[in-house]
């Protein structure tokens, strides 16, 4: 698949997703397991200007276009980036923006060392602060 086809399954996905009216999307991806697994959520903005969480009923083609973008970036030698941000306009205009989050690696490397739950949040607070509330 090419960079062109996968951006096109994607946008397709995301408008597919919204069953309402809107203007703007943001998908945001988080890459774990060296592009292996893929963890999606995101939101839109309705022409009222209300903000809607996006259904996380992704279809299984959305994913694995992520997950094969991931390699073409990894092949291509780009940086190394562990999170995706896509915003797509309701008229199908799109961003991306590709970044590397260390406190995602550092939550993958502790899980993959056997580390509990319970030990990672306070690692987690010791390094990065309390956690934020929504």
């Known amino acids: 698949m090419t960079r062109n086809e996968i951006y096109d399954v994607l946008t397709d996905a995301i408008s597919a997703i919204i069953t309402d ?32 969480q996006l259904s996380t009923d992704f279809p299984d083609e959305m994913i694995e276009a992520l997950q094969e973008l991931y390699l073409i970036r990894k092949k291509e030698g780009h940086p190394r980036a562990n999170r995706l941000q896509i915003d797509l306009t309701a008229q199908g205009q799109f961003t991306t923006d590709f970044s590397w989050d260390q406190e995602i690696q550092d939550e993958e490397d502790h899980f993959n060392n056997g580390g ?15 956690l934020e509330e929504e």
């Open 116 to 130: 509990t739950a319970r030990e990672w949040m306070a690692i987690r607070e010791a390094k990065y602060g309390p």
């Open 21 to 52: 009216d809107w203007t703007i999307a943001r998908l945001n991806v988080q890459f774990l397991a060296d592009g292996l697994e893929v963890e999606c959520d995101g939101t839109y903005l309705t022409p009222e200007g209300e903000l809607d």
